[in-house]
């Protein structure tokens, strides 16, 4: 008996998918529950298994192509059980569109060597202002049976000379970019987060030369700790420290009623190929550095390759953006909804700064923070981003 493969539902946001790779080809033999194909989501790229074993008789939806959810994407039968008839029918050819059709109707045709009708003061005139036959028979004719005449000829010559030149042209033509899957589902709520959520943002200059040097110790001991750990570990460590401390932060809006999450799961914002994607670390403040540290390096690996799981880019309460690699100095980022706010991490380098009267050189880096207005207040935003300014400026602080 036939089975029908759908798109499956892999995600709660999900409305469509798109297949990334067939695992398997028409014609091969499959097992129920080994792998089939990777559906991309919305969100990641998701391994999907046979739910029937057999023959994969026919692949319906190609790889690169995306259709709603339950669509039938390609259909497995016994061995000896032929494809039914109704998914043995070629897709039927699209009809030319009507205006297409009609431009090539109204298109005029003229055979080589056929006669120019024209009088010959309108064939003199043409010499005179130097069109060769080909160009006298594009000048329409206005005379008796559409003949030439002298005047056409001359109001086609002053059309010709009031008409601005052309440039050469260039054989060049517009990229259209389809956007769907990853880039389609965060422009959607990039638009939402703007639309619905009044936004403020507020930014502090932080002294990071404690954090460096703390930094380099662990690196010093990376074979004993087993991971190399970044700034960006030693940040969201602290920002989960931070949300600890002011639970107000760490909450959204819901209605009319403000809802404070008693999971704090710090997302990392990672740019793969498909678009902007965010992983979440669990639990972040019930963690060690060293812990914080292997779990966005394998987070960020599985981004890279597009093989996050739903569960891994779901539940995030608070989100990290960092472009400080790109040479960002300073940046205001959008809450990814349904957040009430989002860090946003300019790039660490070295500044004269004042110190107990005197100048001297720092590594600082500047960190911004944009809330929602309907659940936070300037005040609370403040103290949160000034509790991150000091586990950054004194470390030991979050590792007490």
């Not at 998701?46 to 390609?74: D, F, N």
């Not at 003949?147 to 050469?168: C, F, G, H, M, N």
């Not at 460590?237 to 932060?249: D, N, S, T, Y």
């Not at 914002?269 to 060690?288: H, T």
């Amino acid at each position: 008996m036939a089975t029908e493969v759908l798109m499956p539902k892999l995600g709660l946001t999900m409305e469509e998918g798109s297949v990334n790779s067939w695992l398997k080809k028409e014609g091969e033999a499959v097992q129920e529950g080994e792998p089939l194909m990777e559906i991309m989501t919305d969100k990641a790229a998701v391994e999907v298994e046979s739910p029937a074993s057999g023959v994969l008789r026919k692949i319906i939806v190609p790889e690169g192509e995306t259709v709603p959810l339950a669509t039938v994407i390609a259909v497995i039968t016994d061995p000896d059980e032929a494809l039914p008839a109704k998914y043995a029918q070629a897709p039927a050819k699209p009809a030319e569109p009507a205006a297409a059709h009609a431009e090539k109707l109204a298109a005029p045709v003229r055979r080589r060597g056929e006669r120019i009708k024209a009088s010959p003061a309108a064939k003199r005139v043409a010499r005179e202002q130097g069109l060769a036959e080909e160009e006298l028979g594009q000048v329409p004719g206005t005379g008796p049976g559409g003949r030439i005449t002298e005047q056409d000829v001359l109001d086609y010559v002053a059309a010709k000379a009031a008409k601005p030149s052309e440039a050469p042209a260039v054989d060049v033509e517009d990229v259209l970019v389809p956007v769907k899957g990853i880039r389609k589902v965060m422009a959607e709520r990039m638009v939402e987060s703007v639309k619905n959520a009044p936004q403020f943002s507020i930014a502090m200059e932080v002294d990071m030369k404690e954090t460096v040097a703390l930094r380099t110790r662990l690196i010093a001991n990376e074979e004993v700790l087993g991971v190399r750990i970044s700034y960006t570990d030693i940040l969201a460590f602290m920002v989960g420290r931070a949300l600890e401390e002011h639970p107000q932060i760490n909450a959204r809006w819901e209605g009319a009623q403000i809802r404070q999450l008693a999971g704090i799961n710090v997302g990392i914002a990672v740019g793969a190929e498909g678009g902007l994607v965010v992983p979440v670390v669990k639990a972040i403040n019930r963690k060690r550095l060293v812990d914080v540290a292997k779990e966005i390096k394998e987070l960020s690996k599985k981004a890279q390759a597009g093989k996050l799981s739903p569960d891994e880019l779901q539940g995030g309460t608070f989100t990290i953006s960092n472009l400080g690699m790109f040479g960002v100095d300073r940046f205001t980022a959008i809450i990814n909804p349904p957040e009430s706010a989002i860090l946003a991490v300019g790039q660490m380098k070295e500044q004269p700064v004042v110190v107990d009267g005197q100048v001297v050189v720092r590594p600082t880096m500047w960190i911004s923070l944009t809330g929602d207005h309907r659940v936070l207040e300037g005040v609370q935003a403040a103290r949160f981003l000034g509790r991150v300014k000091e586990l950054l400026e004194n470390p030991l602080l979050a590792l007490a």
